[in-house]
T-cell receptor, first 113, second 111 residues
């Protein structure tokens, strides 16, 4: 059974204090690993898709990396507007649910001035 | 483009009442999904559709029905609401296995 575990559950950073969020996964053949950002009261907003080990993608202060067992979302010099819940999800190659995503529980990030 | 829209945004039901949640997308996506999000549980798939006129069960389908009569719309129905169905419901759509685009959600409370 596919599993996605995110850590830590919550993270508090000071503005400018870089850190990383972890997403470890087990899946029977990875088609893709997705990162989303979710603000309170809103739907998840797509950030990145990673397809193979060694792949990296960047967007502003965020950089996502992928290994065969986990993905990291690195946040460099965060600002208060980066505060949100970050969700990781995997898409299995042999899924019997269309191309549905299997989500982790998320990491709640708070960046204080 | 509006992307993915959901109606209503909020709803309160009494146990046993029925309702339909509407999802609409204007991106011409074939695939559409309904998820529910509960505290400490993450997003879980209820039902999905791979095209107009087709639907299939996801991880937690019991107590829900769906219909996809038009490509751009995906309806989620609760025939007899239960308190366990209190949740936030999200609709999403995608082009095949590409990233899914999510709607703003419907917050449902069943008393």
């Amino acid at each position: 059974e596919d599993q996605v575990t995110q850590s830590p559950e919550a993270l508090r950073l000071q503005e400018g204090e870089s850190s990383s969020l972890n997403c470890s996964y087990t899946v029977s053949g990875l088609r893709g690993l997705f990162w989303y950002r979710q603000d309170p009261g809103k739907g998840p907003e797509f950030l990145f898709t990673l397809y193979s080990a060694g792949e990296e993608k960047e967007k502003e202060r965020l950089k996502a990396t992928l290994t065969k067992k986990e993905s990291f979302l690195h946040i460099t010099a965060p600002k208060p507007e980066d505060s949100a819940t970050y969700l990781c999800a995997v898409q299995a190659r042999a899924s019997n649910s269309g191309y549905a995503l299997n989500f982790g529980k998320g990491t709640s990030l708070l960046v204080t001035p | 483009n509006a992307g993915v829209t959901q109606t209503p945004k909020f709803r309160v039901l009494k146990t046993g009442q029925s309702m339909t949640l509407l999802c609409a997308q204007d991106m011409n996506h074939e695939y559409m999904y309904w998820y529910r999000q509960d505290p400490g549980m993450g997003l879980r798939l209820i039902h999905y559709s791979v095209g107009e006129g087709t639907t299939a069960k996801g991880e937690v389908p019991d107590g829900y029905n769906v219909s996809r009569l038009k490509k751009q719309n995906f309806l989620l129905g609760l025939e007899s609401a239960a308190p366990s169905q209190t949740s936030v419901y999200f609709c999403a759509s995608s082009f095949r296995d590409n990233e899914q685009f999510f709607g703003p959600g419907t917050r449902l409370t069943v008393l």
